[in-house]
C-alpha cells in the first residue's frame, strides 16, 4: 500500500529530525499523519485514523512549542531534560486513563477498531510520546519504545507489513535517540543560557 510506505518513511524522517531536536520533526509528523490517514482508512482501522488525526493537532501544538525559543540549547536546539517525578507521574497516570478511556470506547464501538486495546494503548502511547517530546523530555523516547512493543505485531496482523518493517526499523531509531538524548541532558548548560 502505497500511502502507507510513504507515510511511514516520512514518519522515520520526523523521528531522524527529532533525535536531532530540529523543528522539522513537527512538519515531517504532520505530512506523515495525514498521509497516513490515508492507509488506516483504506485498511478499515478506525482507531488507526483517528490516532493519525490526533497527532496531527498535536503536532501542531509541538511545533508552537518549539518554536517559542523558550527552551533552546546553544547549537540553537532543543535543549532536552529527563521528566520530574510529578511529570512522571502525569505521563503515566495520563496513559493509563487515556488507555482505559479510549480502549472502553473502542470496545462499546467495535467498527472503530479490531483490536481496541492494543489500538487504544498504542492510541494514547503516541500521544504521551509527542507530548513528552514537544516538552523536550528524554521520556519521550520510553514511550516511543513502550508504543512500538506493541505497534509491530499489531501492524503485521492488520496486513501493514511495510508499516511493521518500519515499527522495527523506529525501534532501533529510538534506542540511539534515547542514548543521544539522555546524554544530553548530561551536559551541564552554561550560564546565561534559557533553559
Do not use: H
Amino acid at each position: 500500500m502505497w500511502s502507507d510506505m510513504i507515510g511511514n518513511v516520512i514518519g522515520l524522517l520526523a523521528l531522524a529530525l527529532g533525535w536531532r531536536r530540529s523543528i522539522w520533526t513537527w512538519p515531517a509528523q504532520l505530512a506523515s499523519g495525514a498521509v497516513l490517514v490515508t492507509a488506516y482508512a483504506s485498511a478499515q482501522l478506525s482507531g488507526g485514523v483517528g490516532k493519525q488525526l490526533l497527532v496531527i493537532a498535536v503536532a501542531v501544538w509541538g511545533w508552537r512549542q518549539w518554536t517559542r525559543g523558550e527552551r533552546l540549547a546553544r547549537d540553537g536546539s532543543v535543549a532536552v531534560r529527563f521528566a520530574t517525578w510529578r511529570e512522571r507521574a502525569l505521563l503515566a497516570g495520563g496513559a493509563a486513563v487515556g488507555t482505559a478511556a479510549v480502549g472502553g470506547l473502542f470496545t462499546l464501538y467495535p467498527s472503530l477498531s479490531w483490536s481496541p486495546w492494543a489500538d487504544a494503548y498504542i492510541f494514547v502511547g503516541t500521544v504521551v510520546a509527542m507530548i513528552a517530546q514537544a516538552r523536550g523530555l528524554v521520556e519521550f523516547w520510553f514511550a516511543w519504545l513502550l508504543v512500538d512493543i506493541v505497534g509491530v505485531p499489531l501492524a503485521f496482523n492488520s496486513g501493514l507489513a511495510f508499516s511493521g518493517l518500519v515499527y522495527l526499523i523506529y525501534f532501533a531509531l529510538v534506542l540511539w535517540g534515547l542514548r543521544d538524548w539522555w546524554l544530553r541532558s548530561r551536559t551541564p548548560v552554561p550560564e546565561g543560557t534559557p533553559a
